[in-house]
């Protein structure tokens, strides 16, 4: 690419304008030019207006706010590619900060494979929030775990993740009928692979996630990705989809080892403890959403 391609950056947020103020002022540092990249916010029916939290920035930033019913993360992001000018869409959240050079290496990426996806790292951005560090350690471990050939790879997270806007339209976006934040993503990177595309590991692609937790929200967070996975796997098997058996669940082992690797030892038996939370806090999502009456995924994304 002899010019730098355009970027619509699309962040959806709900009822954080703190963390969103420390979002932008993150873009405001990105090391690429200003008129080669967007940043769209979905207001995602917050009560309160966002107007002050985004027009400090406005100057320097290339951003416009949207807003809509509060549907959750997959439709406010549907609804800021619906206004994307980008040739490529970088996907990230409102308690997340990309690094300086997070678009220079996305261009970079696309350069040498502009049909791909780009699946980025993300770090923890509070180290002794033991809840965030944990919740951050068990998905590095996935993504470690479903990506061991860097262009072939099979997990992405929407806290940094780039994609060529024309195929992302071709798949239908992301499923609205998932509208909490827990499966939204797998859901759409198992579209992207059973289309034939691919997606690629770019670890230098780096973005910090700073989300503050407490026992209470941790066990939402996995309660939540139980009632996604359970709906993941519902439309996995209305589509008659391959499941990819990659021996996650019988990864226990695996996972000690890399906590004992990524963690400070002392931090370790924590860890297993909430890891175990995870598990009673994911099984509860799942029996949560076996109860509910069943609800077809949108014809439009059947294919």
């Not at 970088?90 to 996806?117: E, H, I, K, S, V």
């Not at 989300?211 to 209305?238: C, D, E, P, S």
């Not at 080892?257 to 999502?285: E, I, K, S």
Request: hydrophobic share 45%; aromatic share 12%; glycine share 6%.
């Amino acid at each position: 690419m002899s010019v730098l391609p355009f970027f619509s950056i699309v962040i959806p947020t709900y009822a954080r304008p703190a963390q969103l103020a420390v979002c932008l002022r993150s873009l405001q540092r990105l090391d690429y030019p200003r008129d080669r990249f967007e940043a769209i916010v979905v207001d995602d029916g917050d009560s309160a207006a966002l107007d002050s939290v985004v027009a400090p920035f406005s100057e320097q930033l290339p951003v416009i706010v949207l807003r809509q019913a509060h549907a959750g993360p997959a439709t406010a992001r549907n609804t800021g590619v619906a206004r994307a000018r980008g040739q490529f869409l970088a996907f990230t959240d409102d308690d997340c900060t990309p690094a300086p050079g997070w678009l220079r290496t996305l261009a970079a990426r696309f350069a040498a494979a502009p049909t791909n996806a780009i699946a980025g790292q993300t770090f923890n951005a509070l180290p002794n929030n033991l809840y965030a560090a944990a919740s951050q350690l068990f998905v590095s471990f996935l993504t470690s775990l479903l990506n061991t050939a860097p262009n072939q790879s099979g997990f992405w997270t929407t806290s940094n993740l780039a994609l060529p806007a024309d195929a992302f339209r071709v798949l239908g976006g992301f499923n609205p009928t998932l509208p909490f934040a827990g499966g939204e993503d797998w859901e759409l990177c198992l579209r992207w692979l059973a289309k034939g595309y691919r997606v690629c590991y770019a670890p230098e692609v780096v973005v910090y996630h700073a989300h503050h937790m407490n026992f209470r929200t941790f066990w939402l967070q996995h309660f939540h990705y139980g009632r996604g996975k359970f709906r993941v796997q519902r439309l996995r098997a209305q589509d008659n989809w391959e499941l990819r058996k990659r021996g996650v669940l019988s990864a226990g082992r695996q996972l000690l080892l890399y906590l004992c690797q990524h963690a400070p030892l002392w931090q370790v038996p924590l860890l297993v403890g909430l890891l175990a939370v995870t598990r009673v806090a994911c099984a509860a999502g799942v029996f949560w959403e076996k109860q509910q009456p069943n609800q077809e995924a949108a014809q439009s994304l059947s294919s």
